[in-house]
């Protein structure tokens, strides 16, 4: 097992490069100026000196290979950089915020795999009946439509009709300090929202994978022993279609980190979504590229982690890195 | 006016503050914008028109825009030269964290924004500062390289204290996240992309401010902000007009701004260098359909680039253009001809601004009916900016405070096609005249005079079709007391909105 990680960190190093230099490719093929978004309105009134001022303190005009490796230098020594959209220290920002993204990310992605396991093995065991025919018409409904749309619809509803749940914020926009049950209040529906949004995908998959495991040998066997339903239905159809399960929740992280970059602003919340959309428009790059390694390694880690869940769920699976 | 001379006396520190202040102590505004500064120091863009509420400038300005005293003792003097600017200080006042202010404070403040090294976007605005001094404590002198009129106007940049940030690199201080002012309030907190917690400075110089605290929600998004207005949690939000409308409890505000829009025209284009078509142009728009349509009523018409609410203001009116005598001929379609050229030009405009874009179409169908062809194209700023010379454009501009802020480098025949400064490329002697008279003469009636004539020749000339101003909607919580709109510039945020004086604001 400490062989494959081992071996895991070693690919992932040069995955990481080319993904920084990508970064960086990209900012240089863009055409917006960070000093002028920077300086937003004042830009129309200032003078070309003043902004050339301003790119030669970033050292932004210099060539590219002499930006990426201060850039790749100063990451070694713990630095990230500079944000200009933030004026902060790009760590500082990130300090700031990914907490928060990460409480959202981390609660619905609870909510969505125990309700999706459930909801998608129930409708699996009952096919074609109201619930499974139901569920499905619900999931591709949610599927086509836009996570902010959902999201305005909620406050709508839950927020200005029924008056049950703020409308956006971390906290109450009043408070003094950030309490438990605050926080909690206002997570409940952007999190609702970004599990309902991204639902579909794994309730679909897993109500499919149930639904063919159950036509299998092992559970037809289990049945014909005498089994009660529910043992067949979670301790035998169910395991067996975990398995791809696993893989589809790794490989589905990426989307559930661009959901929350919607929810977040919709919500309000100061979360890294809203800030990389901030990060965007400002050509912010050293923001962006700390951004994306993050999320880089943070999806070759679920990958990671996928992989070893597999081999422990599966005594015939056998990686070798 | 009760309202406004109450105003006036808490800036100018004669009110008695617990007679205000008694009655709502431990009362908290809330009030919630999209625009979240990205620092809070002034040095490098924060609040430099004023109304920053943390800090103060030198002077300051009333509900109508008048310069009054603020950390000077009285309206600095200027020399007889006009170049050479003193100002004494107001004695007694001290910065949040308790140090005394003094002219070492408003000379790092200054000498920091003409600093290279700072990344500071107002130098361009100081371009006329050759440096300050401080020959006492209490005295600020301000050498000018060349006479400039409003250069007081210019003085209302917040002054930070120099001993927060001597020695360090103003840029990534952390003084830019949680900064000291001499001004009503001092921060508690401030969490980017959430709010801005602001207590009371119970010290201040102008009074004890008539509330305890403000909170600034950012939400960034229109319809996100007007649904949590709704949901009751502000009691004062900047809407979008068409949002802006009034839920029970609240009330609607329009602030008239001098925030104009209108359409550039280059001088090098054959069809829109001709004086003919533009004047046909600026006669063919239909200036309160706009208003009415485009802007759901939150506007003014706009004939040009001085407000009518400013002091300079003269009113122009377009005239009536015969193009059949101009030599532009009616051809089958309906489109204008003048030898071989057809009327017609492109009309750029940035594809994320749905405003300008709607401005765009609508001059593209009353042109039509002057049988001019108007073809609108939605482009990002970078692909704008390397055809500004030759084809129109949707700007937007516009200062309250004076007329050679915006105007001197915008029509100045010397800015020519430098960038956004006067991208068509429009020439003209008078005007330059006018333009270079208004700065070099401290003389108001001699500047009224030099900017009338300035807006006469605009009109004549029309190098652009001014379409509107925008009027900025607030809703605000009835039972607020206090609220006093004043004209507002283009940028208006947590500094320079409807609640630049919530210092003095109370419940009912």
């Known amino acids: 097992m400490i062989r494959v990680i081992l071996r895991r960190l070693a690919f992932a190093l040069p995955v990481l490069m080319a993904t920084s230099i990508g970064m960086f490719l990209l900012g240089a093929a863009s055409p917006m100026d960070p000093a002028r978004q920077y300086a937003g309105a004042a830009a129309f009134t200032m003078s070309e000196e003043n902004l050339h001022q301003i790119r030669d303190n970033w050292g932004v005009d210099d060539p590219l290979h002499e930006q990426y490796l201060r850039w790749a230098g100063n990451l070694l020594q713990g630095d990230l950089g500079w944000s200009t959209s933030r004026h902060q220290a790009v760590g500082e920002v990130i300090a700031g915020r990914a907490g928060w993204t990460l409480l959202l990310i981390g609660l619905t992605l609870v909510v969505v795999l125990i309700g999706s396991l459930v909801a998608g093995t129930i409708a699996a065991y009952r096919r074609g009946g109201l619930l499974d025919r139901g569920v499905r018409a619900a999931a591709y409904a949610v599927q086509s439509m836009p996570s902010f749309w959902l999201a305005l619809a909620a406050i709508a509803v839950f927020s200005l009709g029924l008056g049950w749940f703020p409308a956006g914020g971390l906290t109450d926009v009043r408070a003094t300090s950030v309490t438990f049950a605050d926080v909690a209040h206002h997570l409940v529906l952007p999190v609702t929202v970004l599990a309902i949004s991204q639902a579909p995908w794994f309730l679909l998959f897993v109500r499919d994978s149930v639904a063919e495991s159950l036509r299998e040998d092992h559970v037809l066997a289990a049945r014909a022993r005498g089994l009660a339903g529910r043992t067949v239905l979670f301790g035998h159809a169910l395991r067996t279609a975990l398995l791809p399960f696993l893989t589809l929740v790794g490989t589905h992280l990426p989307e559930l980190v661009g959901g929350s970059v919607l929810v977040e602003t919709v919500f309000s919340l100061p979360g890294l979504g809203a800030v990389s959309v901030h990060a965007a428009l400002g050509s912010d790059f050293p923001l962006l590229a700390a951004i994306t390694l993050i999320t880089t390694a943070v999806v070759l880690t679920a990958n990671l982690f996928t992989d070893l869940a597999y081999t422990a769920a599966d005594p015939r699976v056998r990686i070798d890195g | ?508």
């Open chain 2, 1 to 508: 006016m009760g309202t406004a001379a109450a105003v006036l006396l808490a800036l100018t520190a004669c009110s008695n503050p617990d007679a205000t202040g008694s009655t709502s102590a431990g009362n908290t505004f809330v009030v919630a914008t999209s625009g979240e500064p990205d620092t809070l120091n002034p040095v490098l863009g924060y609040g430099t028109d004023g109304a920053a509420l943390i800090f103060d400038g030198l002077v300051a300005r009333d509900a109508s825009n008048t310069l009054i005293p603020a950390l000077a003792a009285e309206l600095p003097a200027v020399s007889g030269d006009g170049r050479t600017i003193t100002a004494k200080l107001r004695s007694g006042v001290t910065f949040h964290d308790g140090t005394p202010l003094t002219a070492g404070d408003v000379v790092f403040t200054y000498t920091s924004v003409l600093d290279p090294k700072v990344d500071s976007t107002l130098r361009s605005d100081l371009d006329m500062l050759a440096g300050v001094t401080a020959p006492d404590p209490s005295t600020v002198v301000f050498a000018l390289k060349y006479a400039y009129a409003p250069f007081l106007q210019r003085l209302t940049l917040g002054i930070v204290p120099a001993g927060a940030l001597e020695g360090q690199d103003v840029n990534k201080a952390g003084f830019n996240q949680k900064p000291v002012g001499t001004g009503p309030y001092r921060v508690t907190s401030w969490t980017p992309g959430d709010r801005l917690v602001l207590a009371a400075n119970d010290t201040y110089w102008g009074g004890k401010p008539a509330n305890s605290g403000v909170i600034v929600a950012f939400v960034a998004d229109d319809n996100v902000r007007a649904q949590r207005a709704r949901a009751g949690e502000f009691d004062a939000v900047e809407l979008a007009p068409k949002l802006a409308t009034a839920f029970s409890g609240f009330t609607v505000h329009r602030v008239p701004t001098a925030d104009y829009r209108g359409v550039m025209l280059p001088m090098g284009d054959p069809v829109t260098g001709d004086v003919a078509i533009r004047k046909a142009l600026d006669a063919a728009v239909d200036r309160q359909a706009m208003v009415t349509g485009v802007l759901a009523g939150a506007g003014d018409p706009a004939y040009g680039p001085v407000p009518p609410t400013s002091a300079f203001y003269t009113a122009t009116e377009p005239a009536p253009v015969n193009l059949d005598e101009a030599g532009w001929v009616a051809g089958g379609d309906g489109i204008r001809a003048k030898n071989g050229q057809r009327a017609e030009f492109s009309l750029m405009y940035p594809a994320t601004d749905s405003l300008r874009k709607e401005l765009a179409l609508a001059v593209t169908a009353d042109a039509r009916k002057a049988g001019i062809e108007v073809k609108p194209e939605g482009l990002t700023w970078d692909a704008i900016e390397p055809r500004m010379g030759d084809d129109a454009l949707i700007m937007g501009w516009g200062t309250p405070y004076d007329p050679d802020f915006v105007s001197y480098k915008l029509f100045g025949g010397q800015f020519a096609g430098q960038g956004f400064f006067n991208p068509g490329s429009y020439r003209s002697e008078i005007v330059d005249k006018a333009l270079q008279d208004g700065r070099d003469n401290a003389d108001t009636e001699r500047r009224k005079a030099a900017y009338a004539t300035f807006q006469q020749q605009l009109a004549a000339d029309a190098p652009w079709v001014f379409l509107t101003y925008l009027q900025h909607t607030y809703v605000v919580r009835d039972d607020v007391a206090g609220v006093t709109p004043r004209v507002e510039a283009h940028e208006h945020d947590v500094a320079n909105s409807l609640w630049w004086n919530i210092h003095t604001w109370t419940r009912k």
